[in-house]
């Protein structure tokens, strides 16, 4: 097995056009995994580590362009106040170690539908960047999930970025796991509310084949807020709306019986977190108080 | 350090740091700095020159026919040394611990998923590991046996063990009676309880080197609990003599039974005298997992009757533990279960019995309180019950039916030491609360269910208290002759008295290296004490298991002191021509109260060395009656702890912090204090992972979790601050007045956490452990 070192993004793509089935390591936290267990025996390594276009972010306008390679640790630390959800989830992953090195591009490539990353960047209605020697291109991330754990990324593209919008309104992420740090989700949960456009986001992780957003319960709860003017003039959020967003979040959700938890289970504790997130972050709006994650 | 010239380079650790502390001192570990800065070298750190790595072919079905195996492939695979089966085994293709019925390479059939059918001797691991997949093993695939309470009655079952000589796939039965059979109470209660199968968890994963010696023989560096017991086995398997199967301890990194049955041992000994050469044995996690036994899985029926007063009338239970393929210690874990069944309490009339079973699950052994978890769970769920039934207060309950010196167990066998379990009780029930939550103040997240992971900001949590009171025997019970061998000696070293511990005990973490060190010091009076690598060149030591090293070795470390000690006081005698009445050793001098200080311990030792071993055996234990369990004395002692747990559920997602687990133990002698609370926070906060999340989850015979992602245990964040409040009511049987100390927290924390579960919630929590889909009644 080789191990290659990529200098630059050029060079990376276009080790990557000659050479499709290499694995390109960002992290290693999930790749390496694999490997010692010898579910899979890549020809080489191509290690992207000192991409500066992946390892940086930066921010244009309203948009946040997160370098696929910036570990969980620096988005904590660095854009908790821009980009608060994927801020909270990247704080829910694993232990300090694996944050330090694990990475939303890794997350996104291996596409689990655990990953902790996707609620968040679904809520956020993020976009991913590949890029090829063919050239750069951007998608939806609800595009992206294809199934369990595959993406829409072509064998000879990389991903380089996503891109999300910076928060306008408050935003958060919770997971349910049976212990109280460093496991993998049995279902997790996010919402954002972008009151610049009168919308809301969700995501949920752990409870379909994919991570999804559930549609209903957005577009139910905009209308409400937007029908009932508290976009503009915040008040309390009557029960039955809170009630009946959890219904349509755990309506959405396609969970199966596994060794993490029950399908019922994960239908019920995604209504309870879409109940409770709702509301943290509807009385984060409403008191006007902007926290940082 | 090492006695062997070919050694690895890389094998003992250096533990002759000595650092100051005779008996009831704390001394710290002498492996502790090492341990910390990653600087201890385990087993699996173990190198030699040109060394082969081996690696085991494992059944991928839990119950099959093995109609052929054909090597050739993996043998033509370039960098491949052998390719062992069966047909390779040099002696007896058995071992077992009770019972010899395990092959050390499957024959005609497998029983478990994970039993070993061939191994593989490669220049790499992957290579080795590329070679497995080219050994083609035909199975015909037969219907798995996975029900235990089936296997125990159902004689349509097939006998996984033919030649067994019992009926049906039993291991053992056993029943205890005594009392009144056709007895009845006014305040009736009955439970059935369930128990999932709990992995030791250690850390380090099985390892070995081994090395072919000149001589035909072979020298095996490993991690285990019981250096002879394993070189029993070997030896055998091997169709060598003892002696020229010679083990060294190498760095354990931690054990809790798992280690007590062999994995690698015979396995990589025989690819080194193939080969010739030098060969490491490593298991992966996923490997680990299928390479040694676990707790064994149990379901319970109990029944309670008592008076409305609240005295304990009757206990009636049935138990079944799956044993899963082979034996192991499923003898030991019926005699347990069912001679400590009933609890720390009187019973004035009892009908117990117990079955232990073969089926296709995965084999279950020894694991840290063996047969005492399982029971604890049950019964001490039936005192809440009944405390209920009864309207009162359940450590009152428990405290008016405890069992105090003098009582007389089921088994017919009286405590004739101290059983301070009201005592107990008591001070746990004195012990301080944590505050209560304050639901105003904004909350640290990691402080609440869910942690880390932002489940709640307070919504929906309920407290609870609950409480535990346990039993467990300590040492080997039933008739077994349970020893230990130490061999001390003494001599000046520039100017210093030094003594040095030889014996094959164990230090599996638990703390034996400083005990032993302690004994000596105090014993002898000497400072500097050193500590020989453990091998199999001393007499046998036993296990490092059922609490017993402190005990058994500690006892026999005293008795080779007091020894060494009397042929320094003869030498001492001889050279002052006289003997003085009260001669002791203290500080590295001879002195008695009458004639003050008479010689220095070096001038009396000159350039000689004192050298004496000696054998402790604990008094005789007695079997119990096959038909009646009756035993004059089942077990040469008891030990006692008391667990007090404090608990937040998020009630709507079933997710639960532990808030506190304090203990209240009796250690007899606190030998080492700092080691003890070291062990109490560490068994409870394994019998915690029992009852909220530790399951090894088997369907059909296969694992589903196999991996640490999976089969998850506490991290720091699950763990609460443990008071621990030790006391000293020795056992004037033991060594000091010892008692057992590993293992009762292990017991104790797991039923006092489920019933604080049980107090938030008002849920009948039946299984441990006790998952969010069961607090939120969303299992099926
Ligand atoms: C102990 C432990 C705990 C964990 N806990 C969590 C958790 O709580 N939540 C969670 O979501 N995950 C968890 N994980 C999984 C893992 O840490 C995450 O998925 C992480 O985001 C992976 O990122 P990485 O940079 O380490 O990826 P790597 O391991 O480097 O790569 C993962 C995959 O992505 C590919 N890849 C990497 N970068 C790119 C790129 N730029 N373009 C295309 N393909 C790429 C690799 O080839 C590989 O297939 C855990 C892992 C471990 C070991």
Redesign the pocket.
């Known amino acids: 097995m080789d191990f290659l070192r990529a200098a630059s993004l050029d060079d990376a793509l276009a080790t990557k056009a000659q050479r499709p089935d290499i694995?390109?390591?960002?992290?290693?936290?999930?790749?390496?995994?694999?490997i010692n267990f010898d579910h899979?025996r890549?020809s080489g390594l191509?290690d992207?580590t000192s991409v500066p276009e992946?390892t940086e972010w930066s921010e244009s306008g309203d948009v946040v362009r997160v370098g696929?390679?910036v570990?969980?640790a620096r988005i904590i630390s660095e854009l908790g106040e821009r980009l608060p959800g994927l801020a909270m989830a990247a704080r829910?992953?694993?232990?300090p170690?694996?944050r330090n090195?694990?990475?939303?591009?890794?997350?996104?490539?291996?596409a689990?539908p655990?990953?902790?990353?996707?609620p968040a960047l679904l809520a956020c209605d993020a976009e991913v960047e590949l890029a090829s020697t063919r050239g750069t291109r951007r998608m939806p991330v609800t595009e992206f999930f294809t199934g369990v754990k595959r993406n829409a990324?072509e064998p000879d593209?990389?991903?380089?970025a996503v891109h999300l919008p910076r928060a306008t309104g408050p935003q958060q992420f919770a997971?349910v796991?049976t212990r109280n740090a460093?496991?993998?989700?049995v279902c997790a949960f996010s919402v954002a509310l972008h009151p610049d456009r009168a919308a809301v986001g969700t995501g949920f992780g752990s409870a379909a084949p994919t991570p999804r957003r559930a549609v209903e319960a957005e577009q139910f709860l905009s209308g409400e807020l937007t029908s009932r003017g508290m976009w503009a003039d915040p008040r309390p959020l009557p029960d039955t709306v809170v009630e009946r967003f959890g219904e349509l979040v755990a309506a959405a959700c396609a969970p199966i019986d596994d060794v993490r938890g029950t399908a019922s289970y994960r239908r019920h504790a995604l209504g309870v977190l879409a109940r409770r997130t709702v509301r943290w972050t509807w009385d984060e709006y409403s008191i006007g108080r902007q926290t940082c994650a | 350090m090492n006695a062997h010239g070919n050694a690895p380079s890389r094998t003992p650790q250096d533990l002759s740091e000595s650092i100051t502390g005779g008996v009831g001192e704390s001394p710290s570990r002498p492996d502790g700095n090492l341990k910390v800065r990653g600087d201890y070298a385990y087993s699996s750190d173990l190198w030699a020159e040109d060394m082969l790595w081996g690696a085991t072919l494992r059944s991928p079905h839990p119950y099959a026919r093995i109609t052929g195996i054909d090597i050739a492939r993996a043998l033509a695979y370039p960098g491949v040394y052998a390719v062992l089966t069966h047909e390779d085994v040099p002696g007896d293709n058995r071992y077992g611990l009770k019972i010899t019925d395990q092959p050390v390479l499957a024959e005609d059939v497998v029983r478990f998923r994970g039993e070993a059918v061939a191994l593989v001797a490669a220049d790499h691991p992957e290579t080795a590991r590329r070679a497995l997949e080219l050994i083609a093993v035909d199975y015909e695939v037969l219907e798995p046996v996975t029900d235990p309470k089936r296997a125990a009655h159902d004689e349509t079952l097939p006998k996984l063990h033919p030649d067994s000589g019992r009926e049906n796939n039993l291991v053992r039965y056993q029943p205890i009676v005594r009392g009144r059979q056709d007895v009845t109470a006014e305040v009736v209660v009955s439970g059935t309880y369930t128990l999932g199968m709990q992995d030791q968890a250690f850390l380090g994963p099985e390892s070995g080197l081994a090395i072919p010696a000149e001589d035909g023989g072979v020298e095996l560096f490993l991690a285990t609990q019981d250096l002879h017991s394993d070189r029993k086995q070997t030896a055998r398997a091997l169709g060598l003599p003892p002696d020229k199967v010679r083990m060294t301890m190498s760095g354990v990194g931690g054990a809790f039974g798992g280690r007590e049955d062999l994995s690698i041992q015979v396995h990589v000994c025989m690819l080194a005298m193939h080969t010739g050469k030098p060969v490491k044995m490593v298991y992966n996690r996923e490997e680990s997992f299928y390479g040694h036994v676990h707790r064994h899985p149990a379901e319970m029926h109990f029944e309670h009757g008592a008076t409305r007063d609240g005295d304990l009338v009757y206990v009636k239970a049935r138990m079944y533990f799956d044993g899963g393929a082979y034996a192991s210690k499923t003898p030991v874990v019926v005699g347990n279960a069912t001679t400590l069944g009933t609890g720390p309490y009187e019973v004035p009339n009892v009908d117990i019995a117990g079955w232990g079973v073969y089926t296709n699950n995965p084999p279950c052994g020894a694991m840290r309180g063996l047969g005492a978890v399982q029971p604890a769970f049950a019964y001490e769920a039936q005192m809440d019950k009944l405390a209920r039934a009864l309207d009162m207060d359940p450590v009152e309950l428990r405290q008016r039916n405890a069992v105090a010196q003098g009582s007389v167990l089921h088994t017919g066998q009286q405590l004739d030491y101290p059983a301070p379990v009201g005592e107990l009780l008591e001070r746990a029930r004195k012990l301080p609360m944590p505050p209560e939550r304050d639901p105003a103040a904004e909350p640290d997240i990691r402080d609440l269910p869910g942690g880390a992971a932002n489940t709640t900001h307070g919504e929906d949590i309920a407290r609870g208290v609950g409480y535990a009171a346990i039993i467990k025997n300590v040492s080997y019970a039933e008739g077994a002759d349970d020893y230990s061998t130490a061999r001390v000696s003494l001599q000046a070293v520039g100017g210093e008295a030094v003594a040095m511990v030889h014996t094959a005990a164990a230090e599996v973490g638990q703390g034996l290296v400083t005990v032993q060190q302690q004994i000596a010091r105090t014993e002898l009076g000497v400072e500097r004490v050193n500590i020989h690598p453990n091998d199999t060149s001393v007499g046998e030591a036993g296990s490092s298991s059922a609490s017993r090293q402190t005990y058994v070795t500690g006892g026999a470390v005293k008795a080779a002191c007091e020894a060494v000690r009397e042929t320094l006081f003869d030498r001492a005698a001889a050279a002052l021509g006289h003997t003085p009445p009260d001669l002791a050793v203290v500080d590295g001098k001879l002195v008695s109260e009458s004639h003050g200080v008479l010689a220095d311990v070096v001038d009396v030792l000159g350039d000689g060395v004192i050298e004496c071993t000696r054998e402790y055996h604990h008094r005789p234990t007695y079997p119990l009656d096959p038909e009646t369990g009756q035993s004059e004395l089942v077990h040469v002692q008891h030990a006692f702890s008391v667990h007090r747990a404090v608990v937040d559920v998020d009630t709507q997602l079933g997710l639960v912090k532990v808030v506190a687990l304090d203990c209240v133990q009796d250690v007899g002698k606190a030998v080492n204090p700092d080691a003890i609370v070291g062990q109490i926070q560490g068994g409870a906060t394994q019998g915690m992972g029992l009852a909220v999340m530790e399951e090894i989850q088997v369907s059909d015979g296969l694992i589903r979790n196999p991996s640490?992602?999976d089969y998850l245990i506490p991290t720091i964040l699950d763990t609460p601050p443990m008071k621990v409040d030790i006391i000293e009511r020795g056992d004037p049987h033991a060594p000091y007045g010892v008692r057992g100390v590993g293992e009762p927290p292990t017991i104790s924390a797991g039923p006092a956490v489920l019933a604080a579960i049980r107090a938030a919630t008002g849920i009948d929590l039946t299984h441990a452990p006790a998952g969010p889909e069961h607090i939120t009644g969303t299992a099926h």
């Open positions: 694995a390109p390591i960002a992290g290693g936290t999930d790749l390496m995994v694999g899979i890549p191509l992207l992946l696929a390679g570990p969980y829910t992953v694993a232990s170690q694996i090195r694990g990475t939303v591009g890794g997350n996104l490539a291996t689990s655990s990953g902790d990353a996707h990324a593209e990389l991903i380089t997971k796991g460093m496991v993998i989700s | 640490f992602t």
